[in-house]
């Protein structure tokens, strides 16, 4: 009976979610996929195919449950340091679901959004993603925002970097400049900032993510791994949500 058992739990779960109050935007740190492989004696590598299944069933599930936008930080700056087998295992798999992406785009109208530097991927990924996003732009179902090569202080550096360059060319004047015009200059131009941040794998730290769009996010912390993060988890974080009291720097209502 496990499988009753479980089918049994995802209802149990569901049930304590408010589908017409959900996140609008939840953005997730994959973490744990390196542990969750060590503690099988696999390589690294097979943490982060792991880790891209549990990717693909939970934007599914965002996706039927009417979430309108999911981040997900797959690939940071810092991940470079990291050995050169297992960058190109991400890529590889980051490839495969792009691939995967483009001929399944038009049946499930899924947007997806790179945000990073891309300038730095291999040629042939590049290209993926110009052609994913080029595809799904006009969609108007779930955006997939992919942070590949993204750091947040880049973010904000490279916006800063941008508008000056627009005032030195007498596009802008300095006092233009606000939180609004700032904010267009990201790459999350256009997304509203994530209302619920998760972090699995037991760290309790943003790790360079979404600096500027999480000043009023809510966090859930979780020790289960990427790998194992499950739809029933997903529910907890979104019941949890459910209960915090947002007030934005204001009062109780
Ligand atoms: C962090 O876990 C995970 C990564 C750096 C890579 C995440 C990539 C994927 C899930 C696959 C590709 C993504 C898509 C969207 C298809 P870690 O390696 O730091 O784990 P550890 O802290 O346990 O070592």
Not at 92 to 119: C, F, N, P, T, W
Request: aromatic share 12%; hydrophobic share 40%; net charge positive.
């Amino acid at each position: 009976m496990p499988e009753v058992c479980g089918l049994f739990n995802l209802f149990r779960k569901k049930a304590e979610i408010d589908l017409s109050r959900l996140p609008v935007h939840i953005a997730i740190i994959m973490d744990g996929n390196g542990r969750w492989a060590s503690r099988r004696g696999l390589p690294r590598s097979a943490g982060h195919a792991a880790g891209a299944e549990t990717f693909r069933s939970i934007a599914t599930y965002c996706r039927d449950i009417g979430i309108q936008y999911l981040t997900v930080y797959a690939f940071s700056t810092e991940n470079w340091k990291r050995p050169e087998q297992e960058i190109t295992a991400i890529w590889d798999l980051l490839r495969k679901y792009l691939l995967e992406s483009i001929q399944k785009m038009a049946k499930e109208r899924v947007k997806i959004h790179i945000m990073g530097d891309v300038g730095a991927m291999p040629d042939d990924i590049r290209q993926l993603i110009y052609e994913t996003e080029r595809l799904s732009r006009t969609y108007s179902g779930i955006q997939l925002n992919i942070c590949l090569n993204y750091g947040g202080r880049y973010e904000i550096v490279r916006a800063a970097r941008n508008l000056a360059a627009d005032c030195a060319a007498g596009k802008l004047q300095p006092a233009d400049i606000d939180q609004a015009l700032f904010e267009s200059f990201l790459y999350s131009a256009g997304v509203p900032d994530p209302d619920l941040i998760i972090r699995p794998s037991g760290e309790h730290r943003i790790s360079n993510f979404l600096l500027w769009q999480c000043a009023y996010s809510e966090f859930y912390f979780t020790k289960t791994l990427w790998p194992d993060f499950s739809i029933n988890e997903l529910n907890t974080a979104i019941a949890e949500y459910q209960r915090r009291e947002r007030r934005f720097g204001g009062i109780k209502a």
